[in-house]
């Protein structure tokens, strides 16, 4: 079994990923630091040197490398699903759950976390609120083709990991 959790940046796929694969008995991978390890460098420098293409080209690349990976959660970053065929690749090769989380949430916890983030650094607040809500809306119809949704709600870890598990019992 192979476990895929998607979601927008700063809606808890690592860290509920973590305690889900816990739970399971299963290997966690976090995709972002497994591309910062085959490639050695940190994602802010792959945007840097490469930019946003460069970067989907890789995570792609990798994407496919992980696929023949067997009894793991795997963390993916907020954009994977939403480039290059990408959820199709992910929803062929294993489970896919969209942790599903509001543009309120996402934000309050983001501009406390920009700064490994490319894509947000530098914003506002308000820059990064509208930032959030205008690229929700293209990405959520790719994450909405996962297999299963939870929503983040109130809910902390722990009863978030609970809840996917129940899910895939
Ligand atoms: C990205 C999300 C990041 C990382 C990269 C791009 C995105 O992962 O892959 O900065 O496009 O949403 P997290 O969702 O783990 O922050």
Known sequence: MKVFLIG?????????GRKLAERLGMAFLDF?????????????????SQG??????????YLREILGTEDVVISL?????????NMELINTSGTSVYIETGVDTLAGRLIK????????????????R????TNLEKREPFYRQAQY??????LNVEQMA??????LR
């Open 162 to 167: 609970d809840a996917i598990a129940a899910l």
């Open 113 to 128: 976390a920009k700064r490994k983030r490319p894509l947000i650094q530098g914003m506002d607040e308000t820059e990064l």
């Open 130 to 133: 509208s930032f959030i809500k």
């Open 52 to 61: 946003e293409s460069g970067f989907r080209a890789l995570e792609h690349q």
């Open 8 to 16: 927008y940046m700063g809606s808890g796929k690592s860290t509920v």
């Open 77 to 85: 970053g907020g954009g994977t699903p939403c480039f290059n065929n």
């Open 149 to 154: 949704s939870v929503s983040a709600g109130s």
């Open 32 to 48: 972002d630091e497994f591309i910062e390890r085959k490639t050695g460098k940190t994602i802010s420098r792959i945007f840097e």
